[in-house]
Every structure is written in C-alpha cells, then in structure tokens.
C-alpha cells in the first residue's frame, strides 16, 4: 500500500514530494533517480472549464515503477507541470505515455511530450500507446512526431502491455464519446487501476477491483445526459469494488464547488473505505 505522502519544504501548499533517502547515493545520480516508485499527479481538472480556466492543472499523472517512468493523459500544461515540480521531473527519461481517450484534457500537451521523451526527435526511443481513433481518426498526434519514439501501440479492450519494466492490461471499452479504456498494474506488489472517463454501467466493477482505486468524478450530482461519471456514480462503483483506497480526481466544476476534500471525507465515513480527494502536485510512494 503507498507509503504516507511528506511535505516538500520549498513546496507550494498544493505540491508534496518525497524526503531524501538517509542512504549514501552517488553524486551523479539525480533527485528524480532516488525517489523510488511513485505516482504524482500532475493535475486534478476535469472537462473543459476547469482546464480552460485552470481552476486545477490538467497535466495528467506520472508513473515511476522499478526504473520505468510513464505519463498518462499529458493534457494542457503537462511540460510546465514536469517542470514545476519538485524536485523537476525530467521528459527525457519517460520511457512511454499512455493516452487513455484523445479528449482535449487528456492529450493536449501529447506532441510536446513525445518530442521531450526523444530529445526533440533525436533519440527514437519510448513507446505511445493510445486508442486507435487517437491516431488514425482525427488524430492527436501530429504527423511529423510519429516517428520519433520506438513505436506507437494500439490500446484495445482487455489487452495485456509492457514498457520495460511497467506491465499494463487495460479495461473494457468505457461508454464514453471517445475510444476510451482505463488501466491496471502493479506498483511494489500493490494493485493500482485508472478510472477515466465513462458514463456509469455495472460492467466497469469487474475489471477495477484491486487495491487502490484511481477514479475520475467530474460532477457532483448526476447527469445522464453526459458520459460522465458524478459523485453519486463513484459512491455505487466504490460499494461494490471495494477497493483498499480510493483516490478523487478529475473534477470538474460543480465537483470544485463541493469542495471534493469534504466529498471524500463523507465517503469514507459512510463506507469505511479510505477516500481521498487528489489535489495538484500530489504523490504517492510505494
């Protein structure tokens, strides 16, 4: 299970990084090289006008396990957030992204971000993965950073992948206006799932059972108009998931005005379930 999160002196209030290992460490090895495993969560807006207006960032979450570093869902901002980070998170050392869906707020720093994992294209290295409608239909990526990394893999329902040392398998095909699919690994022997976006249908409680519970919540009251999930749809997933600990995120505007810290905190105390509600610059350690 992730380890309890510690303050950063020089961070903001909305920043938390990891203390410096008591172990001697070479010189030569970087700040980013000794944190471990971790998820950091390089921003918490959901739909448009939170990102539009960037009442929370949208850079999406950077993974490191066992040496392999992933970002998923770089949406606008993604590069300044890797730079505003403390310690600095390095784009170069990114051994993939993962796009989960090609909505704006999930892909919109994509370009930049493959060329700052290939060294603006002279080193072809990582891997992309993505739903096939973010690359052949309208694609998000722009035609001259295809061949920059290694390769560019399609996503599909149900499927396993690996990037070095990061193993993947991804959910069902998610009821949403774009090809979308969550996904599953294991952090340290913990299990970790991403919820994206998706309308809510029973079908998602299978694949999602494990440890901890990483869950997109854009409104607070329910609109079955929109493929999006609302509070009272995470409360239903989460009574029958039951996972260790779940984690809010991805909140959009009337989820902001609920304040999702004291939305978590009722869910917890009314499913005695551990809910936390992400902020911006957030990490868990493994």
Same mark, same amino acid.
């Given at each position: ?14 920043? $938390? ?52 570093? %992933?970002?998923? *869902? ?15 998170? +390095? ?12 909505? $704006? +707020? ?26 096939? *409608? ?10 001259? %950073? ?7 893999? !399609? ?85 029958? !998931? ?45």
């Amino acid at each position: 299970m992730a380890k309890r999160l510690k303050k950063a002196r020089d961070s903001s209030p909305a920043q $938390l990084i990891y203390g410096e290992p008591k172990r001697t460490i070479p010189d030569r090895m970087t700040k980013q090289d000794r944190q471990g495993d971790f998820i950091k969560f390089l921003g918490t807006a959901g739909a448009r006008f939170v990102m539009i207006k960037q009442l929370r960032a949208s850079g999406g979450l950077w993974i490191s396990c066992k040496g392999t570093n %992933v970002l998923v *869902d770089p949406g606008p901002g993604s590069i300044v957030r890797c730079a505003a980070s403390r310690p600095k998170l +390095d784009p170069s050392k990114l051994n993939a992204i993962i796009l989960t869906h090609r909505h $704006l +707020d999930h892909s919109g720093d994509i370009n930049v971000m493959i060329e700052a994992m290939t060294e603006g294209g002279f080193k072809k290295k990582g891997i992309v993965f993505c739903p096939a *409608d973010a690359i052949y239909e309208d694609s998000v990526i722009l035609k001259h %950073v295809t061949n920059f990394p290694e390769k560019i893999e !399609i996503l599909e329902a149900n499927k396993s992948y690996q990037a070095d040392n990061f193993e993947f398998s991804t959910s069902l095909r998610h009821m949403h206006s774009a090809e979308t699919y969550g996904i599953k690994f294991k952090i340290n022997k913990t299990g970790v799932a991403l919820l994206p976006d998706t309308r809510y249908f029973k079908d998602l409680v299978d694949f999602y059972k494990t440890d901890i519970l990483i869950i997109s919540v854009v409104f607070f009251q329910p609109r079955p108009d929109v493929e999006h999930l609302s509070l009272t749809d995470v409360e239903l997933l989460l009574k029958d !998931i039951k996972p260790k600990k779940a984690i809010l995120t991805h909140f959009g505007m009337t989820m902001l005005k609920a304040k999702p810290h004291i939305q978590a905190l009722e869910l917890s105390q009314k499913l005695g379930i551990e809910v936390q509600a992400a902020y911006d610059g957030m990490t868990l350690e493994f």
